[in-house]
């Protein structure tokens, strides 16, 4: 009798100990703020990213974010059938390399650096000027191999002039060298970049200003 | 390294001047400097005096255990205009947080 109750005693302990640890823990979790989301849809078929920009995401695709700054500020990427790599991947980058604030010079410089980890030196098969989001641009189309890694590559840049700066957008598809090149996820990325906007004034448009503020 | 070259008319519009500074020597600096399009100075120190007085060069043999060079650590330093160390910070360079601290300091010269 005795161990009996010594057993519904140490039973009651532990329902109470589960009892208390679950009110802690959902009192934790109904006090623990709310991530805010990256993409809120729009009625117009766009997606809100943060409060920054504004663009038409592509369904399917798995988003890309920088975590510790650096190569660029959000992308998508997609994994394709057929052997590696076959994959595309897309993106806005803020920070394209190269110094030179005039597209020409940009575009000479981004091309020496284009890729350049890959081993595939990619070849410059077409370079046009147009506009993007009304802003003065130029795109430029890579093609390129690496016949010991077999694998190619084919990829889409834009440089836009964008005030004193100059941005990117960047898609570039990987297959195996048997492989074939998939044109319609370049149509997806065509969509996304001319969509894109921006809510909201870049870090260095918040700068000029204050720097003019300054001056005056 | 670029993308300090991409800042140079921010820096110099807030009456900031970049130096880059390496244990490399002069004829390396100007082969890098023409490689990277750079239009700031590249200042050559291979005897370390510099990094060590910044903290960039740890206090330890010219080459370490496992055969690699000790050189220079990755480090940005703001300096005021009175000389005072205003932002140290180590790895890769934060453009946007340097930019920020130089227009705060810019303001704080004005008096604004």
């Known amino acids: 009798m005795e161990k009996k109750s010594a057993i519904r005693l140490s039973l009651g302990i532990w329902v ?3 009892a208390l640890t679950g009110l802690l823990l959902g009192g934790c979790a109904t006090m623990a703020p709310e991530k805010p989301k990256i993409m809120i849809p729009t009625d117009r078929g766009t997606v809100f990213f943060l409060d920054k920009y504004e ?19 959000l992308g998508f990427m ?18 394209p390399y190269g110094s030179s604030p005039n597209l020409e010079g940009r575009a000479n410089q981004y091309c020496t650096r284009f890729l350049f980890n890959s081993g595939i ?11 993007v989001m009304g802003l003065h641009a ?34 570039t598809q990987w297959r195996p060298l048997d492989g074939q090149f998939d044109i319609q996820a370049f149509e997806i ?20 200003e204050e720097i003019q503020k300054l001056k005056g | 390294m670029d993308s300090h ?5 921010l820096y110099e519009a807030l009456n900031a001047r970049v130096l880059g500074v390496s244990m490399d020597d002069v004829i390396t600096n100007k082969f890098f400097a023409k490689a990277f ?67 705060k300091l810019e303001k704080e010269f004005r008096g604004k």
């Open chain 2, 37 to 103: 399009w750079l239009d700031f100075p590249l200042v050559s120190n291979p005897l370390a005096w510099m990094g060590k007085q910044y903290g960039a060069y740890s206090d330890k043999k010219p080459f370490l255990p496992d055969g690699s060079v000790n050189n220079f650590g990755r480090r940005t330093v703001v300096v005021d205009k009175r000389g005072i160390v205003r932002y140290i910070k180590d790895g890769s360079p934060d453009n946007k947080e340097i930019l920020s601290l130089l227009l």
């Open chain 1, 121 to 131: 030196m990619p070849e410059v098969t077409k370079r046009e000027k147009t506009r």
């Open chain 1, 55 to 73: 663009f038409k995401a592509p369904v399917g695709w798995s988003l890309m974010r920088n975590l510790e700054g650096g190569d660029f500020e």
């Open chain 1, 138 to 171: 130029l795109a430029l189309y890579f093609e390129g191999e690496n016949s010991v890694q077999k694998e190619k590559s084919k990829s889409k840049v834009y440089l836009v002039k964008k005030g004193n700066r100059i941005i990117s957008f960047v898609c």
């Open chain 1, 189 to 208: 990325f065509e969509n996304f970049v001319q969509s894109f906007k921006f809510l909201k004034k870049t870090f260095y448009e918040n700068l000029d």
């Open chain 1, 16 to 18: 109470a100990f589960f």
């Open chain 1, 78 to 95: 997609k994994m394709e059938p057929g052997a590696f790599p076959s994959q595309t991947t897309f993106m806005y980058d803020e920070e």
């Open chain 2, 5 to 9: 070259n991409r800042d140079l008319y």
